[in-house]
């Protein structure tokens, strides 16, 4: 069974318009989350990474946040572009020192439509 | 800024031949890790290397080895190429250390088709 669940699997949205996409996790030991965009046939950029003690993390118009007591994350989107259409994975690390035992989800995909 | 750059950006190879996909991490990243994402799954870690040594390994099968060399770049070897070989083949790098602090960087992949 995954360790790292998405909510939606897809989503369309209109153009200028904000959204949320979830993340729950099982993986423990937890030492960070990580939200990645992954445009089609390319490698996964980081948007945000959050400890355990971090509540909240920006970058741009992308906000995580989490919840290590429930284990649950989201990626808020604001304003969307169209250039924001893209898979995004949320990805958890289980320890600082291990990058291979990374688990991913399966990621959100985001549409936006004009 | 330099990014992890992945030869070749595609290739197709037939049932039974070998392929070499190469990966150059970004200027001082010692640590690179290698990517298999098949059709709409997530990627599974093969194999990692630290400073060429192996550091860990995941789900790579025996008919592939991997390398890093001596300027850091890293390159993986796939032999007797089977059709569920098919796949997007990442490789990510970063600086040995705490996760936290040394972002994970990936290249955009090898896309391997096998017929």
């Known amino acids: 069974k995954n360790q790292v669940e998405q909510s939606p699997q897809s989503l369309i949205i209109l153009e200028g318009k904000n959204c949320t996409l979830q993340c729950n996790y099982t993986v423990s030991p937890f030492s960070n989350l990580r939200w990645y965009k992954q445009d089609t046939g390319r490698g996964p950029v980081s948007l945000t990474i959050m400890t355990f003690s971090e509540n909240t993390k920006s970058n741009g118009r992308y906000t995580a946040t989490l919840d290590a007591d429930t284990k649950q994350s989201s990626l808020h989107i604001t304003a969307s572009q169209l250039s924001d259409s893209a898979s995004y994975i949320c990805v958890v690390s289980p320890s600082e020192d291990s990058w291979g035992k990374l688990q991913f989800g399966a990621g959100t995909q985001v549409v936006v439509t004009p | 800024a330099a990014g992890v750059i992945q030869s070749p950006r595609h290739l197709i190879k037939e049932k039974r031949e070998t392929a070499t996909l190469k990966c150059y991490p970004i200027p001082r990243h010692d640590t690179v890790y290698w990517y298999q994402q098949g059709p709409g799954q997530d990627p599974q870690f093969l194999i990692s290397?630290?400073?060429?040594?192996?550091?860990d390994k995941g789900s790579i099968p025996d008919r592939f080895s991997a390398q890093q060399f001596s300027d850091y770049h890293s390159e993986l070897n796939m032999s007797s190429l089977e059709l569920g070989d098919s796949a997007l083949y990442f490789c990510?790098?970063?600086?040995?250390?705490?996760?936290?602090?040394?972002?994970?960087?990936f290249g955009n992949g090898t896309r391997l088709t096998v017929t």
């Open positions: 990510a790098s970063s600086t040995h250390g705490s996760s936290y602090n040394s972002p994970l960087h």
């Open positions: 290397f630290y400073e060429k040594m192996q550091s």
